[in-house]
């Protein structure tokens, strides 16, 4: 009985510290938000972090954990950062052994039914400043909610993280760049890489201007885009989205659609493999027909070849240069083959 009444009694008191929160915020309390402590809930007052360090000492490494920000990378004359918070952010960092890290935890409620009284964090940010000639070693970023926009780096391993929100990365070099997105945009050019890893859940990726070694890529929905891509190895899987390339070049191409269009056009030499469950399968190249060997097989659908239609529902074989082979099936869709007179 004594437990039972102190549960009763703990439960009174959290519901009437959230009713009073309420009240304090309807009334026009100047809040920014509310957290828990000591039990109960608390008023966060209205608080703005600025931080401006424009002559840290040299790093190599950076880590960063953000939960409401943008992440912004710009050239300056020396190593720096600028922190701009307006949603009670509580903000750390520091420059040891060579690494720089960065990290905040936000003051909010966050109860079990989803309810989070701070939302005034559009406008934070995260500033990094470095040198033109800067080389990094590792650059880690995990983000929770927000845009990340990272260019004129050069580093041997870059891994950024996003729950919610949009990637651009430009004007890169990376030995091995991995890419990470829950639900939001990729948009990468002209970068020079070694290893490429691709991940998102909900959003589109769209690369121009791209030179690596490796290409591993799944898009479970939002398609790919790839304009001037310069690969040896591509491996790529989508479930829902199209895959469009344009000025492609790879010695191995391994895709597999589960709905939505494949479009490529370039140049494949070694093995290579196309695949659609439910879309059209397109591919085009100035090569001429002998350079290559090729099966296609459409169960459902057309096959049509230098315009020339092959008929439906078949397969069809072409013997030329063994070496350059491409397999191409579509399960539920056309398969359009073109080749360089």
């Given at each position: 009985m004594k437990n039972k009444l102190i549960l009763k009694?703990?439960?009174?008191?959290?519901?009437?510290?959230?009713?009073?929160?309420?009240?304090?915020?309807?009334?026009g309390a100047n809040l920014k938000g509310a957290y828990f402590k000591d039990g109960r809930v608390q008023l966060a007052n209205e608080k703005e972090t600025k931080i401006t360090e424009l002559n840290l000492s040299s790093f190599k490494n950076i880590d960063i954990e953000s939960e409401y920000a943008d992440i912004i990378f710009e050239?300056?004359?020396s190593y720096g950062i600028d922190i701009y918070d307006n949603s009670n952010g509580v903000w750390e960092y520091s420059v040891e052994n060579e690494t720089l890290k960065i990290n905040n935890k936000e003051i909010s409620i966050m109860l079990s039914f989803g309810i989070n009284l701070n939302t005034d964090y559009k406008n934070n940010y995260v500033k990094i400043f470095l040198?033109?000639?800067?080389?990094m070693d590792e650059i880690t970023i995990n983000s929770v909610s927000g845009n990340m926009n990272i260019s004129n780096i050069n580093a041997e391993n870059v891994e950024l993280c996003n729950s919610y929100g949009n990637i651009?990365?430009?004007?890169?070099?990376?030995n091995n760049l991995k890419i990470n997105i829950s639900s939001g945009n990729f948009?990468?050019?002209d970068l020079n890489l070694q290893n490429l890893y691709y991940e998102n859940k909900y959003g589109k990726g769209s690369f121009d201007k791209i030179t690596t070694q490796s290409f591993d890529a799944t898009s479970h929905s939002g398609g790919l885009d790839l304009q001037n891509f310069h690969s040896k190895d591509i491996k790529i899987f989508s479930c829902y989205g199209d895959i469009v390339a344009d000025n492609l070049y790879s010695a191995k191409i391994d895709i597999k659609a589960e709905s939505?269009?494949?479009?490529?056009?370039g140049e494949l030499q070694g093995e290579n493999i196309l695949r659609s469950s439910y879309g059209n399968i397109t591919f085009k190249t100035t090569e001429q027909k002998s350079n290559?060997?090729?099966?296609?097989l459409a169960k459902y659908g057309t096959i049509t070849v230098d315009n020339e239609n092959m008929g439906?529902?078949?397969?069809i074989k072409h013997d030329g240069n063994t070496q350059n082979n491409i397999d191409i099936e579509a399960v539920s869709g056309n398969i359009k083959i073109n080749f360089g007179k």
């Open positions: 009694i703990a439960a009174i008191s959290l519901a009437s510290g959230f009713v009073l929160a309420i009240l304090g915020l309807i009334m050239q300056a004359d040198p033109q000639n800067a080389k651009t990365l430009a004007k890169t070099t990376s948009t990468g050019e939505g269009n494949v479009d490529i056009a290559y060997s090729y099966y296609a439906d529902n078949t397969s």
